[in-house]
Structures are given as C-alpha cells and as structure tokens.
C-alpha cells in the first residue's frame, strides 16, 4: 500500500504549484475576516479535496485496469486513497495553521503569547482535520461509483447533506429544550472521534464494495 500512497503524492507535486497559489490567494481573503481559525478551515478542506485530484489521474492514466494485473489488491487501493486523504487533511492543516498564525499576527488578530488562543487554534486545527476527512471520505464513495467528471457535480450535493443534516440536528435539539451548553458541546468533542470512527469504516466499507464489483 506504501507504493500507492507514494504514487499519488507524487501524482500530486506536479500539481503543486496550483494547490499553494490558491491556498496563498485565500490567504489574503480569509485571513482579515475570519483570522487564522478560518485559514487553517479553509485549508483543510481545499486540501482534502485533492482526492479528486488522485483519481483524475488515475483514469486518465487507466491505472486501476494496470492494478489489477499487479499483486495489489482492492483493499489496499481502496484504504489508500483514505490514507492519501488523511496526509492531505494533515498537510492543510500544518500549512494553514503555519500561514494563518504569521498573517493574523502581523494584522494582530493573532497573540503569540496568548495561551488561550494557541489552545483555541489547536481545537480548531484538530477540528479542521476532522471536518476535512469527513467531507473528503463522503466524496470517495462518490469518486468510485462515477468516477473523477462526474463525481465533480455531485460534490456540492455531498457537501450539503451533512451540513443540512447538522442543522436539522440542532433545531431538533432545541425543540426538546436541550441547549448546546459547555457541558453539553464537551461530550459532543469527547464522542465526534468515535463518530468519525465509525464513518470512515462505513466509507470505506461502501467504497470497498464499490470497487469489488467493477469491471476492468
């Protein structure tokens, strides 16, 4: 599986340069409105959707007919693009984290001897990864089933969902007079691991299943 992580990362560098002029662009848009916790957000997520980018290549290239031909299995192709996508979600985060800390400090919207907001910024880093590869798992199932093109189309609607879903969670918990207090937003923290647990394996499972009955 090594093999295929390292493939795709290098399938990526040549379009590097693409991914860092844009992060650089939302540097000057997000930073004086929403500060470095927006950056490190936005980063992520631009980030996690280079998954596209692997599979764009990946067919033009006819690689997984070339795959299967090989001692790969399914499973180790499938688990590396999850694995891909968690190195991208990582990556957004260090380079915005890095980025969004010098741009708000020079703007002084960011304290570098505040410990409050490192640990601030750090609850939002953790949280960026994990928002980033919750979206980005969604899309892989997507990306298998109709491949890179059409997948594209359908992204907005995957991304829509959950946050449709989120909403409708909230409202449904306010109209059982349960408010979203410290208490109440601590729990929801300590489980979310679990629950992104949980997710990727269903991902994974519907992508696996995905890829097992295609033809090549």
């Given at each position: 599986?090594?093999?295929?992580?390292?493939?795709?990362?290098?399938?990526?560098m040549h379009n590097m340069k693409a991914l860092v002029?844009?992060?650089?662009?939302?540097?000057?848009?997000?930073?004086?409105?929403?500060?470095?916790?927006?950056?490190?957000?936005?980063?992520?997520?631009?980030?996690?959707?280079?998954?596209?980018?692997?599979?764009?290549?990946?067919?033009?290239?006819?690689?997984?007919?070339?795959?299967?031909?090989?001692p790969i299995s399914r499973k180790d192709l499938v688990?590396?693009?999850?694995?891909?996508?968690?190195?991208?979600?990582?990556?957004?985060?260090?380079?915005?984290?890095?980025?969004?800390?010098a741009g708000s400090a020079i703007i002084g919207r960011?304290?570098?001897?505040?410990?409050?907001?490192?640990?601030?910024?750090?609850?939002?880093?953790?949280?960026?990864?994990?928002?980033?590869?919750?979206?980005?798992?969604?899309?892989?199932?997507?990306?298998?089933?109709?491949?890179?093109?059409?997948?594209?189309?359908?992204?907005?609607?995957?991304?829509?969902?959950?946050?449709?879903?989120?909403?409708?969670?909230?409202?449904?918990?306010?109209?059982?007079?349960?408010?979203?207090?410290?208490?109440?937003?601590?729990?929801?923290?300590?489980?979310?691991?679990?629950?992104?647990?949980?997710?990727?394996?269903?991902?994974?499972?519907?992508?696996?299943?995905?890829?097992?009955?295609?033809?090549?």
């Amino acid at each position: 599986m090594k093999s295929l992580i390292l493939k795709d990362i290098y399938n990526i560098m040549h379009n590097m340069k693409a991914l860092v002029l844009m992060l650089f662009i939302f540097l000057f848009i997000t930073i004086p409105q929403g500060g470095a916790a927006a950056y490190v957000i936005t980063c992520c997520i631009l980030c996690a959707m280079m998954v596209v980018t692997t599979f764009s290549f990946d067919e033009n290239a006819k690689w997984e007919k070339y795959a299967m031909i090989m001692p790969i299995s399914r499973k180790d192709l499938v688990l590396s693009k999850f694995v891909i996508l968690l190195c991208f979600c990582l990556f957004g985060t260090v380079f915005g984290g890095v980025l969004g800390i010098a741009g708000s400090a020079i703007i002084g919207r960011f304290h570098i001897t505040s410990a409050s907001e490192w640990q601030e910024l750090l609850a939002v880093c953790l949280a960026g990864v994990a928002i980033s590869f919750f979206l980005g798992s969604l899309v892989i199932p997507l990306l298998f089933k109709f491949g890179a093109e059409k997948a594209r189309t359908l992204m907005l609607a995957a991304f829509l969902l959950p946050v449709l879903l989120c909403l409708g969670l909230y409202y449904l918990l306010r109209s059982f007079g349960i408010e979203l207090t410290d208490s109440v937003v601590l729990l929801l923290t300590c489980i979310s691991p679990l629950v992104l647990l949980l997710w990727t394996a269903a991902m994974y499972r519907i992508s696996f299943g995905i890829f097992k009955k295609a033809e090549f």
